[in-house]
């Protein structure tokens, strides 16, 4: 069983950066992927980020690439999400995940857990 919660959101301007948290409970989280995902109002959720159990692997959603960083650092059990040249259409509640699937999971049937969200609102 693994527990997740995010921290980090909040109100930012466009061109700014946030970096968002996921704090795990667990001793078997270093074992699992971790996704980010994101929903914006009225759209369905949709796949950010991932980073394999070791960090050494990590895959992004096309619109997010060259701005958004995921790591991980397992001796603190916590996920990160780095996010830089933030724009209006960042705006959406971030959830962070974890699966322990193999391959590239990007769907969000593959996740057996997650977290509450984080809202992240990024101003023009």
């Known amino acids: 069983q693994v527990q997740l919660i995010e921290s980090g959101g909040g109100l930012v301007q466009a061109g700014g950066s946030l970096r968002l948290s996921c704090a795990a409970s667990g001793r078997t989280f270093r074992s699992y992927t971790m996704g980010w995902f994101r929903q914006a109002p009225g759209k369905e959720r949709e796949f950010v980020a991932l980073i394999s159990w070791s960090g050494g692997y990590t895959y992004y959603a096309d619109s997010m690439k060259g701005r958004f960083t995921i790591s991980r650092d397992n001796v603190k059990n916590t996920g990160y999400l780095q996010m830089n040249s933030l724009k209006p259409e960042d705006t959406a509640v971030y959830y962070c995940?974890?699966?322990?699937?193999?391959?590239?999971?990007?769907?969000?049937?593959?996740?057996?857990?997650w977290g509450q969200g984080t809202q992240v609102t990024v101003s023009s």
């Open positions: 995940a974890a699966t322990a699937r193999l391959g590239v999971p990007t769907e969000i049937y593959e996740y057996d857990y």
